[in-house]
């Protein structure tokens, strides 16, 4: 039996997150510059993206740029804008073509300007379709986030909007960027490296985290594949016990 084959489709994840990593260190490996694992990359995002699309897959979101990547030297930060610019522009079709639905989540008001129009239009365009979303994370760090969220929600605990003693963890979720998107079930982090690295720290609280060694150009729809059956062979309790959960 194949791998695709082994996938239960009655037990999928209905949210897979990805850190992608490892462009970089591939491309030194091949005795490439980092741009080329770059533009390596895209390709697998347009392959994973096809491959949850059309597994059924509710929700897929990507670390496509941190906070923290803005610290990266700045050739490497205009070469990442202007591939993000190319790929939104060159992709929007085919999303659409698909019923693919773009969202973006993070501090996107400091792309530059010609990327924060390009994933306006790109987002209007497929606002009304109804498969997949694809969510990007640009400029997106957890704490930056929760940060964002605890600021709001002191204002309108200040403007009387809300009860200190009514905040619950549903007040929490709304005030963050990914408000309205469901948990991810599956995390996934290529290239070997194993942390989190400011990424959906709240919304990760129950996820199902799966490493793979591969780097990011070289994850393909078999090694995705193979990450949602590892996913399916695990119990998810939730706190609970495993008698609770299989009674
Ligand atoms: C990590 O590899 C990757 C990034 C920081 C950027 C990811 C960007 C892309 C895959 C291209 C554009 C994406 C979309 C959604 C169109 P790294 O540079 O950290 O690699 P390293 O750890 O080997 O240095």
Not at 113 to 118: F, G, I, M, V
Request: with cysteine; aromatic share 8%.
């Amino acid at each position: 039996m194949s791998i695709k084959q082994q996938i239960r489709n009655d037990r999928l994840p209905r949210h897979i997150a990805i850190i992608m990593d490892g462009n970089g260190r591939w491309a030194k490996r091949q005795g490439m510059h980092r741009f080329f694992g770059h533009q390596r990359g895209v390709e697998a995002v347009h392959e994973i993206t096809e491959a949850c699309a059309e597994l059924g897959i509710e929700y897929l979101t990507l670390y496509a740029f941190s906070i923290e990547n803005w610290n990266r030297p700045q050739e490497e930060v205009d070469a990442l804008m202007s591939l993000l610019i190319d790929t939104v522009e060159k992709e929007t079709p085919t999303l659409h073509k698909n019923n693919v639905r773009l969202l973006t989540i993070g501090d996107t008001s400091r792309l530059p300007q010609t990327a924060r129009e390009k994933f306006l239009n790109c987002m209007e365009y497929t606002a009304g379709n109804t498969g997949l979303k694809l969510v990007l994370a640009l400029s997106y760090s957890s704490r930056w986030e929760i940060t964002e969220a605890m600021r709001r929600m002191a204002v309108k605990v200040r403007q009387g909007e809300i009860l200190p003693e009514d905040i619950t963890e549903q007040t929490v979720d709304s005030l963050l960027t990914t408000a309205g998107i469901p948990d991810p079930d599956l995390l996934i982090r290529t290239s070997g490296e194993l942390r989190i690295s400011n990424f959906l720290l709240w919304q990760l609280a129950y996820s199902e985290l799966y490493f793979t060694g591969l780097c990011w150009p070289e994850f393909n729809k078999e090694a995705l594949y193979e990450a949602i059956v590892d996913y399916q062979k695990r119990e998810r309790r939730f706190g609970k016990t495993s008698e609770q959960i299989n009674s």
